[in-house]
């Protein structure tokens, strides 16, 4: 499984995009890349799931560069109630991964008045 | 459709006894995984179930066991509790057992073992 590197916290203010990057160098090529939500005292909520290039949902967009050595997960106009853990995983879903997520130290945004 | 519940909410023990916790995945979904969340190790994977039969194994000790039922609900179980598996227990399901990146969480159950 890819290691993945992303900021430890962010800050934004309502009403702005925020852009988080996500670094995984060594990702493979039946890796997808996936992004969960977590709000303090719930269980994670997936957000998107994108391969390459862009993917876009009511939620958020994933933008992937061709090398795939990264990717950012983009959230437009964040309100105060996006104040949440986000995380970035990479992996596939062979036989040694089915049902497991690898869930790094994720990047906790702090959304401001 | 309901999402993924887990009972109970909260639970209070004591160091030696065995705790049991309940998950019901979104119906339809037939894979259940189990996490592990504490401030320090943050989310760890515990186990993942499929048509009652363990697929996969996280690396904790044996005292963490589990089981599905042939509805899919599932269990998991943590005999002679100690401090340290003081933590939130998340239960997660998913819809395609071949591909389980997307998974729905449950709000999980509080521990604490005094």
């Known amino acids: 499984l890819a290691k993945t590197t992303q900021p430890i916290s962010m800050d934004s203010y309502e009403g702005q995009e925020v852009n988080i990057t996500c670094s995984h160098n060594n990702i493979a090529t039946n890796d997808y890349i996936t992004w969960y939500q977590q709000f303090p005292s719930q269980g994670p909520r997936f957000i998107i799931q994108g391969y390459k290039t862009k993917v876009t949902n009511e939620v958020a967009s994933l933008f992937i560069p061709a090398d795939r050595k990264s990717s950012t997960l983009s959230l437009p106009r964040v309100s105060l109630s996006d104040t949440a853990v986000y995380y970035c995983l990479v992996g596939d879903n062979g036989s040694s991964n089915t049902g497991k997520l690898i869930f790094g130290q994720g990047t906790t945004l702090q959304v401001k008045p | 459709k309901a999402g993924v519940t887990q009972t109970p909410r909260y639970l209070i023990k004591t160091r030696g006894q065995q705790v049991t916790l309940s998950c019901s995945p979104i119906?339809?979904?037939?894979?259940v995984s189990w996490y592990q969340q504490t401030p320090g190790q943050g989310l760890q994977f515990l186990f993942e179930y499929f048509s009652e039969t363990q697929r996969n194994k996280g690396n904790f000790p044996g005292r963490f066991s589990g089981r599905q039922f042939s509805n899919s609900r599932s269990e998991m179980n943590v005999s002679t509790l100690e401090l340290g598996d003081s933590a939130l227990y998340l239960c997660?399901?998913?819809?395609?057992?071949?591909?389980?990146?997307?998974?729905?969480f449950g709000p999980g159950t509080r521990l604490t073992v005094t």
């Open positions: 997660a399901s998913s819809l395609n057992p071949d591909f389980t990146y997307e998974q729905y």
């Open positions: 119906s339809g979904h037939r894979s």
